[in-house]
């Protein structure tokens, strides 16, 4: 059992939502009110917002083409970091390497630009991509804040 202590210091959620095109807007809203807690600046949650929202447009796309599966968004905070897990059980990516190179899409016919991961990477920290077993793939994306309350608390400490 945790104790309330433990539980400042660290918050999670879980959220799943089937891979309609329209719950992407509520995954990306929902982890944003998450990541309230540690205080980032706007620029910082839209920057989370954008990244949830390429991740779960990928697994929307890509992962179930011609049905309709589970996405499972987990996020955590631990400070003023923010890690954030996108899953999903879909046909997977045959070549990871290949798919996170910059204008690389596998749906050309749909106009794609192949930039989701490289969106990704430039607003997040860290993304890694992994493959899932037996299908499926896996984002984990994180982000510290540069939030006011460590410069607050930082600022303190030097009075």
Known sequence: ??????????????????????NESFARSTVAAFCVQANPTLEEINDVKTAVSEAVTNCVVHAYPNSVGDILIKAEIQGNTLKVTISDWGVGIQDIKKAMEPFYTSKPEQERSGMGFTVMESFMDIVEVSAQKPNGVKVEMTKTFKSKASSSKAEDKNA
């Open 1 to 22: 059992m945790n104790t309330k202590k433990e539980v400042l210091e660290k918050n999670e959620m879980t959220l799943t939502i089937k891979s309609y095109s329209q």
